[in-house]
């Protein structure tokens, strides 16, 4: 079977894939879409430590082939979308409604693929950039086959991480100020999961003045090209500022553009060793600095949740698919990726 191997040096579509059936407690996925995301680029570029050879992927939607012992929640032939989280169900934090933090489904990556007789590593538990692939049932959550698949492929990961920081992690309130710093996929989510909490001015900042339009048709309130017009508009600062691109001066300018008792809410990705800076005494006036990973989703909750606000005109989900690539046409997403010419990209099967 196809599938978008990287080896450590080069990124590469293969066509003599193998994945193993599932086993107790795990399901069988044939993918049919999976949004080429930024995480997925940091691996290649190093930025996200990650053992080779990987089948890349990890926020992907497709339908059920096959299910392993014990699983009941699906069956083949449902149509399903795919978190990362292996979480195990079982530890204190899974019972305590932090999947995002089971330790159990941390640095811990499997090898259900094989090409050429040699194991092949999963990426975050998901590996979507497959043909098929094998999770565990805790990451498969049915969805309408209405949904078209990929508009549902995103779900997965773009919307858990945007709407779930904004909903889950910061709990935005109604009337208070959002700023999103980057509008890319990530950005245009904690955009649309202002607007769903009911944030009454939303400001969103990126470099690039194309994005001012499909900002606004998410929610964004108001537009600017650097931070430097915020207070202009927010004269006591944001509630809430989302660094959304992963560099370490936005970071600053997110803290310091918070209004007392602001928090400033971190979802991009830098280089893992990277370190930002702040004025301690600012932070005295109630102010915090969030960290967020995976939108402190619960996915079998979120994505039932997102999938329904979609099906109700609430939630945009067919407006983030920018461009759609055969997986073939890895490369080419992969450029349009990085120069930033998509909102999200995502890859067909």
Known sequence: MRGVVFDGKQVEVVDDLDVRDPGPGEVLVAISAAGLCHSDLSVVDGTIPFPVPVVLGHEGAGVVEAVGAGVTHVAPGDHVSLSTLANCGTCAECDRGR???????????????????????????????????????????????????????????????????????????????????????????????????????IVAVDANPAKEAVARQFGATDFLTSTEGVKDLLPTGADHAFECVGRVELIRQAIDLLDRHGQA?????????????????????????????????????????????????????DELVTETYPVEDFEKARADAEAGRVARGVLTF
Do not use: H
């Open 99 to 201: 999947p995002t933090m089971c330790r159990q489904a941390i640095g811990r990556p499997g090898k259900p693929f094989t090409q050429g007789g040699r194991s092949v590593y999963q990426f975050a538990s998901n590996s979507a950039f497959a043909e098929r692939t094998v999770v565990k049932a805790v990451q498969v959550v049915r969805i309408p086959k209405d949904i078209p698949l990929p508009s549902a492929a995103l779900i997965g990961c773009g919307v858990l991480t945007g709407v779930g920081a904004v909903l889950n992690r910061a709990k935005v309130d109604r009337g208070e100020s959002v700023l999103v710093i980057g509008t890319g996929g990530i950005g245009l989510n904690v955009i649309q999961g202002a607007r769903i909490a009911g944030a009454l001015r």
């Open 265 to 317: 809410v971190l979802l991009g990705v830098p280089p893992a060793s990277a370190e930002a800076s702040f004025l301690v005494s600012s932070m005295y006036l109630d102010k915090s600095i969030l960290g967020c990973r995976y939108g402190s989703s619960r996915p079998q909750r979120d994505i039932a949740l997102y999938a329904e606000l979609y099906r109700a005109g609430r939630l945009l989900l």
